[in-house]
């Protein structure tokens, strides 16, 4: 116990009096205005503090309002036996902060004593019990309020009490233990303190209130601070009792929800030091560097005087109002374990004379020598036994930091509104002093009081008893001066609209070990864009591997939980942080292979167009005369068309390309094949015409060539318009063959078509084919037969190759190998046909007679 403590436990316990004369009103006792606040230094109405059933303060009213404070601080009782007496309780140490709190009550009752607007006829009394911070002795004190002060001659007590409304206390679980006490007899209780959600039940707690806001909004505000600095992994601690246990469970279950990771939960009572060196083992190998402290002063001294032995610093203290911003707590060594501590405080607010008030009162209470109407400065020679004390006399310096004197002085307001009401009191009208109140009709008023006080906070209870919940948050950090100071960095008010309840100024807050930088505090580093969290077995959600998302898959945040599937025409980048428009493929102008083939076309068609200007040239020489030179022109023609339809398979598809391309190609190879069929047949034909008796060239003559040809081809035509009718090709964006690129190919359309086209060159081929191999040894010096069955051979080999080609190759290589097939087969026939009549035309011009055409092979039997 430090000397101040001593000094004022000494001289405040002793010497308890009545502050104001008696005067008798309709037969009660009364309290006049004029005398409220004079100490009655003879002893008159003194109650000496020997019995817990006496109050602590007292003064007599017309209507009195009860309070319990725990201001003598009582050691812990041992197991009662009930079978005698109690010891009385010794007081061993005086808790200033309470002290005030009492202070704070007197001087609300004091202000609305000199009202004229509030019980303007109406003096309020008051009874102030002491009560050590336990259920036992609040149940104590309720039951000394309820019985009223008098006593018979053998000890007993007679009478109810006028208590109006109880004010207390300062811990949920007293306050519960008191609720359930006074519940029965439907007096109202008002608590300062007890912020326990569990007291928000009106079915069991009809007649309770509160100006605090409960448990639910702080241990809610706590998560969403935590969520707010981004602090997925936290250690849990909290005080065995109501208060800790129902704030930690709505913590919880908030935290569950925001995602918010609890390494470690567990809870101590202060009176079991075994639980708490365990506690700060647990804190100490823990990897959590952010710790929820939700327990009650007491406890939070013990386990920091634990932490301190073990050393255990660095961790991110978050707090509650029950201790964040108690100066007891700060001490050279305390702070090294929770500098940059956070939490939530009750609103202070500065109570306008307050300062001088409880100065004043407590020189009166602590030296009854002190003359009322002399200075402090110069006491009576008297107090010179109090010569020690005097020096204390200006204490002062904490009367502004005490946590809970606003909802104090705002409860003793409310119970004055509500009376004022039930009295009927008006500006114009006197309150009606002889009315009898109960308390019933208390608890009913207090639920529609609504008042504004004379610092503009708006008061009223909602459904559940409580005010509105508002918090300061406050920062441990050191002043310019060095001292530890508690910094407002912020504030919640869950009366604002969402978004606007939760204000911080990150850059005023000092961290843990007085650091600028906040800490982290996570079980698993942040998962990058570009992957998705995958958990770990056994562990945590909190804890979890980061996993690339797939081919096609991305995820654009941090921590994604998932990764999306790109749309259909996108595909993922490298990195797998966004979708990017997939590679479209088809065989472009611009590329190596399509610059081949198309030279390879032009070039086709360029031979084709020289050999044609040759044979024009030399049109009337016996080499292009034979086998009909029609049919040679035309067939040039369809090889030249041949070469240039292929041009029209490369590029970018569209509606009028596609269906060119395919129509054109089977066009043209069935002109060119038939042409290579009349000039098989007229082989034949010419040399069944050499035989004797046999005349059949007049009817193969060269219109029925023409027509044969034209026949042939218009089947072809007849063919493709059904095809292009029914259902004609089309572009189309193939993604299934490649999932990163889109192969812009022509559809079939109609697959039956396209190999109906195909078919039918087949089969004429085939025809051509079974001809020239029959007329390949006929014995004419220039037999043009062979020369066309070996094109021919080439032709269906190619073909034949094309089909298993074109279904199994992906892509623009389907397209290129059609190409292919189409050229390849074109410079075949060019080759194999014109290659030996243009090098005789060329090279060999003496063979280029009509006696050399028309000469016979000698057989080799001759």
Not at 223 to 240: E, M, Q, R
Not at 383 to 396: M, P, T
Not at 441 to 450: G, I, T
Not at 621 to 633: C, G, H, R
Request: glycine share 6%.
């Amino acid at each position: 116990m430090n000397t101040e403590t001593e000094k004022i436990c000494r001289f405040l316990v002793p010497h308890c009096r009545a502050e104001a004369k008696e005067v008798s009103v309709h037969g009660k006792r009364q309290v006049t205005k004029e005398a409220a606040g004079q100490g009655l230094a003879n002893g008159e109405n003194c109650h000496i503090l020997e019995s817990p059933e006496d109050p602590l303060l007292s003064k007599d009213g017309d209507v009195i309002i009860g309070a319990i404070f725990s201001v003598r601080m009582c050691p812990q009782t041992e197991s009662l036996a009930y079978t005698a007496k109690p010891p009385p309780l010794m007081c061993i140490r005086i808790n200033i902060r309470q002290f005030r709190c009492a202070q704070t009550m007197t001087f609300a009752i004091d202000e609305i004593n000199k009202s004229n607007s509030l019980l303007p006829n109406i003096s309020v009394g008051y009874r102030i019990y002491n009560t050590y911070p336990s259920s036992l002795l609040s149940t104590k004190a309720a039951m000394a309020l309820m019985n009223g002060m008098d006593k018979r001659a053998d000890g007993t007590c007679y009478g109810q009490a006028e208590v109006q409304a109880i004010i207390g206390t300062s811990d949920s679980s007293s306050t519960i233990a008191l609720t359930r006490t006074i519940g029965p007899f439907k007096i109202p209780v008002i608590s300062y303190a007890a912020t326990c959600e569990c007291l928000s039940n009106r079915k069991k707690y009809p007649s309770f209130f509160r100006t605090i806001a409960s448990d639910y909004y702080q241990s809610r505000a706590l998560t969403y601070l935590v969520k707010h600095f981004g602090w997925s992994w936290v250690g849990a601690v909290n005080s065995d009792d109501d208060y800790g246990n129902s704030g930690m469970a709505i913590f919880l279950n908030a935290a569950k929800e925001e995602g918010i990771c609890v390494e470690y939960s567990v809870k101590f009572e202060r009176s079991d030091p075994v639980k708490i060196i365990k506690v700060a083992d647990i804190i100490r190998k823990g990897t959590a560097k952010v710790i929820i402290a939700f327990i009650t002063y007491g406890e939070m001294s013990a386990l920091t005087d634990q932490l301190i032995l073990k050393n255990v610093t660095g961790y991110q203290m978050i707090g509650v109002e029950a201790w964040i911003s108690a100066a007891d707590l700060v001490t050279p060594t305390s702070y090294n374990i929770l500098a940059g501590a956070i939490g939530f405080d009750v609103v202070k607010l500065n109570i306008d004379g307050f300062t001088d008030y409880a100065v004043n009162r407590f020189w009166q209470t602590a030296l009854p020598c002190l003359n009322r109407d002399r200075n402090i400065s110069q006491p009576e020679k008297d107090c010179s036994k109090y010569e020690d004390l005097i020096q204390f006399k200006n204490y002062s310096k904490d009367i502004l930091e005490v946590t809970y004197a606003n909802n104090i002085y705002n409860a003793v307001y409310a119970v004055a509104h509500s009376l004022h009401s039930l009295l009927g009191c008006t500006e114009n009208k006197s309150c009606e002093t002889e009315k009898i109140i109960q308390p019933w009709e208390v608890v009913e008023s207090l639920k529609k009081v609504n008042f504004t006080t004379k610092v503009g906070e708006q008061i009223w209870f909602d459904s559940n008893g409580a005010t509105s919940a508002k918090y300061d948050v406050v920062n441990w950090q050191r002043g310019l001066s060095g001292e530890v100071v508690f910094k407002k960095v912020g504030y919640f008010d869950a009366s604002l609209p969402s978004g606007q309840q939760f204000v911080l100024n990150v850059k005023d807050i000092v961290w843990a070990g007085e650091k600028r930088q906040k800490p982290r505090s996570v079980c698993s580093e942040s998962c990058p864009p570009g992957t998705r969290k995958a958990a770990q077995k056994g562990r945590p959600i909190c804890c979890y591997d980061c996993i690339p998302c797939a081919e096609g898959e991305i995820s654009n945040e941090t921590d994604s939980d998932n990764c999306e599937q790109c749309p259909g025409e996108y595909w993922s980048n490298t990195e797998r942080d966004k979708c990017v428009l997939k590679v479209i493929e088809f065989l472009s102008f611009t590329e190596v292979m399509g610059i081949v083939l198309v030279i390879f076309s032009l070039v086709g068609a360029t031979l084709t167009v020289l050999v044609t200007i040759l044979f024009l040239i030399k049109k009337d020489t016996p080499i292009v005369k034979a086998n009909n030179s029609e049919l040679s022109f035309l067939l040039l023609f369809s090889l030249t068309m041949c070469f240039l339809c292929s041009l029209t398979f490369i590029g970018r598809p569209s509606q009028w390309s596609c269906m060119l391309r395919h129509t054109a190609f089977g066009i043209t190879f069935v002109l060119c094949i038939s042409c290579v069929l009349g000039k098989t047949i007229v082989v034949l034909v010419a040399f069944r015409a050499t035989l004797p008796g046999n005349n059949v060239m007049k009817w193969f003559g060269p219109l029925q060539q023409r027509l044969t040809v034209l026949a042939f081809t218009f089947i072809q035509v007849l063919i493709c318009v059904l095809w292009l009718t029914i259902s004609p090709p089309f572009p189309y964006k193939n993604m299934n063959y490649y999932k990163e690129k889109i192969i812009l190919e022509c559809s079939l359309g109609s697959a039956l078509g396209f190999w109906a086209v195909l078919g039918y060159i087949g089969v004429l081929a085939s025809v051509c084919f079974v001809l020239a191999f029959l007329a390949r040894k006929l014995p004419d010096n220039f037999n043009e037969a062979k020369f066309i069955t070996f094109s021919l051979l080439i032709f269906c080999a190619v073909w034949i190759t094309f089909i298993p080609a074109y279904v199994s190759s992906p892509g623009k290589f389907t397209v290129a190998v059609e190409i292919f097939a189409i050229l390849a087969s074109s410079f075949a026939l060019l080759f194999c046909i014109f290659t030996p009549k243009c090098y005789i035309i060329l090279f060999k011009p003496e063979l280029n007679t009509k006696k050399n055409m028309m000469g016979k092979m000698v057989s080799k039997s001759h």
